[in-house]
């Protein structure tokens, strides 16, 4: 017997609408098992981290969601001090959970005022496992 292998997720294009005093994250994402099936999905806005699932996550069968963020300033407007005020970041992340619990890494997208921020992948060297005798 093997071992349950944990599913993968990937989220595809999100999406991005800007009013005056907030913004909408449209997100969809797309789920396989290589030996059973997805049971649900967990996913969070700015979770306190998203390598660890607590209390914050949602739980879901759907595979989309919409997020709105509210401004901390009107576009363009400048704060008490005189500066542009700069908007923090935020960050959804979703992870899909199989039949018998396993949970796959997070897929996870970053907006920073009305930009995605851009998305980097390792490939090289590959990441390989090793033991030590």
């Known amino acids: 017997m093997t071992a349950n292998q944990p599913p993968r997720i990937s989220l595809d294009r999100p999406s991005v609408a800007s009013t005056d005093d907030s913004r909408r994250l449209g997100v969809n ?25 607590d209390a914050g996550w949602i739980r879901t069968h759907e ?6 963020f509210p401004r901390s300033a009107a576009i363009g407007r400048a704060s008490a001090a005189g500066a542009r005020d700069t908007e923090r970041p935020q960050v959804f992340s979703v992870r899909a959970v199989d039949d018998l619990g396993a949970m796959s890494a ?6 920073v005022g009305d930009n995605l921020a ?6 090289s060297p590959i990441r390989t496992r090793c033991s030590l005798r």
């Open 106 to 111: 997070p897929a996870t997208v970053a907006l």
């Open 29 to 53: 994402w797309r789920a396989s098992d290589p030996d059973g099936r997805i049971d649900h999905f967990v996913y969070a806005s700015n979770p306190a981290s998203v390598d660890r699932v």
């Open 118 to 123: 851009p998305v980097v992948s390792i490939t």
């Open 63 to 68: 595979t989309k969601a919409v997020l709105r």
